[in-house]
């Protein structure tokens, strides 16, 4: 094979001589004007100080609060160079602009109006705290406190005291452990009594909740080992006891708090499994979600099983939300047998996973309301669930006093409890109709949450509607004036 190399060496002398000719002559004079308009359009954007003035004569966030975000948005703004080239495209604007943008995506934590009629919304933070809760914690949370420190021997006091005797009390338990939230309370469960172990678990439980959280992942991540049994829709005692081994070591009973199935379906009551899980020594846990402490006036929402009941039918060990339809803060309590409340109390996981005492403290200010049965004035959750479609029609009005009535109109509409909480149920309410001769109803949403305070509404049957029994009763002046300033 001959020497080839030559092929691909670039080209020298006369021949490269001649491409260079051939090339168009480069006009200096144009370079020199692109760079000069480019110049004076990124003379335009105002550098960090300036816009760090500028929001904070604006009564906004400034200075290093926001500065990932304005960094963000100077990089979007030089790369439209098209944008900030345009002769009406001033310093001005551009500032505008970038308060624009920040009051679009603010990152904070801010008050808004939830008129969605979801009375547990979970993505707007769940259960809200009623301001006389909020202020009779103000003194103990902004002090030393004695979390777990006993005042009679002057030594380390048991952090569960307080809240801990209020649900044996309201629940009817042995005793009560609080984490920081449901998920946490299944998890310290089965890591504390069946890891390596069976957990048996009908397979209409297999339950997933928000953020794809899931009953056989958590299983998993337990280190127990899962035993599925049964069927989707129908599960059979026979199905329990045929499943038992000495490897077994919980019976795990899942709440199905956020679907239901309907239909040709069997579940074994609570008292049967009881009696199983007695009979061959193992443990009974429920996974009870949302659960609820008292009977809602609603007779549709008292579909759901309360915790004292759940207790009293034999069940050793109970799990679910503090923040759902008990109302309180996020926390995830366990209450059962006193003995498998130590045990879990005593297990290193449970440090990890406990709560703060600002938690603490709302939880118990939230359950004394229950023991003084005082829940529905002083547990907002519980009042919006319980208020009567005449309490929320008042309210209505009330918002709708001095707006135009052909923009705005009275409605009646349905709420839901929300959070994953009661599924299927509804309760009759009333809401605020809203017109707009030039927004669409998806355009009219997208203004409402531009507004201060944002309101989050929904659409109904092709309209905006305002679900009033969310609307807190101090916000119904300030619904009233976001409604003006559309």
């Known amino acids: 094979m001959g020497d080839v190399s030559g092929e691909h060496e670039p080209e020298t002398g006369e021949a490269s001589g001649a491409l260079i000719k051939q090339l168009p002559l480069f006009d200096t004079s144009t370079f020199q004007t692109i760079m000069e308009n480019k110049q004076t359009a990124f003379s335009k954007i105002p550098p960090v100080q300036e816009i760090d003035v500028y929001l904070a004569e604006q009564g906004m966030k400034h200075g290093r609060e926001v500065r990932d975000q304005i960094q963000t948005l100077l990089s979007e703004i030089r790369a439209d160079t098209k944008w900030i080239s345009l ?3 001033t310093r001005e604007i551009i500032l505008a602009y970038i308060k624009s943008r920040l009051e679009q995506d603010r990152q904070a ?3 808004l109006i939830n008129a969605t009629g979801a009375v547990i919304h979970t ?3 769940r259960s809200v705290f009623s301001r006389e809760v909020f202020e009779d914690v103000i003194d103990i949370a902004t002090s030393y406190t004695n979390l777990e420190f006993s ?7 048991v952090r569960l005291s307080t ?3 209020l649900l044996k009390t309201l629940t009817g338990a042995e ?3 609080v984490v920081n939230n449901n998920a946490a309370a299944v998890l310290l469960t089965l890591i504390a009594f069946a890891q390596g172990k069976e957990v048996i678990i009908s397979r209409g439980e297999l339950v997933e909740i928000g953020g794809s959280f899931r009953i056989p992942e958590v299983i998993s991540v337990s280190g127990a080992i899962l035993k599925e049994i049964g069927a989707t829709n129908r599960t059979h005692l026979s199905d329990y006891e045929n499943a038992i081994t000495e490897d077994t070591a919980i019976l795990l009973k899942v709440h199905t708090s956020n679907y239901r199935i309907e239909g040709f379906t069997e579940k074994v009551p609570a008292t049967q499994l009881a009696k199983l899980a007695q009979k061959n020594g193992k443990i009974l846990v429920e996974d009870l979600g949302s659960g609820a402490l008292s009977m809602f006036s609603h007779p549709q929402l008292n579909s759901e099983p309360m915790v004292p009941q759940i207790i009293k039918d034999g069940i050793d060990i109970v799990t679910f939300s503090g923040d759902k339809l008990l109302g309180g803060p996020q926390a995830g309590i366990i209450v059962g047998k006193k003995a498998y409340m130590e045990k879990i109390r005593q297990h290193p996981l449970y440090r ?11 939880l118990e200010k939230t359950l004394i309301a229950y023991t003084r049965n005082r829940q529905g004035e002083q547990v907002p959750t519980q009042r919006m669930l319980n208020e009567s479609e005449q309490a929320v029609k008042v309210r209505a009005e009330a918002v709708l006093s001095g707006l135009d009535p052909e923009r705005f109109k009275l409605v009646t509409c349905e709420s839901t409890p929300g959070g994953g909480s009661l599924p299927g149920t509804a309760i009759a309410s009333w809401g605020i109709l809203v017109n707009h001769p030039e927004l669409t109803e998806n355009r009219l949403l997208d203004q409402l949450r531009a507004s201060d305070p944002p309101v989050i509404g929904r659409i109904q049957d ?5 679900d009033c029994r969310t609307v807190l009763p101090h916000q119904i002046e300030l619904l009233q004036k976001v409604l003006q300033g559309l």
Do not use: Q
Request: net charge negative; glycine share 14%.
């Open 87 to 89: 002769e009406e495209t």
């Open 109 to 111: 934590l801010i008050p």
């Open 123 to 125: 993505n707007l933070g």
């Open 151 to 157: 005042l009679e021997t002057g030594k380390r006091g």
């Open 163 to 165: 809240v801990g005797s």
């Open 175 to 177: 005793d009560a452990v």
């Open 352 to 362: 990890a996973l406990r709560c703060d005492k600002l938690t603490m403290l709302l």
């Open 462 to 466: 092709g309209a905006v509607v305002l």
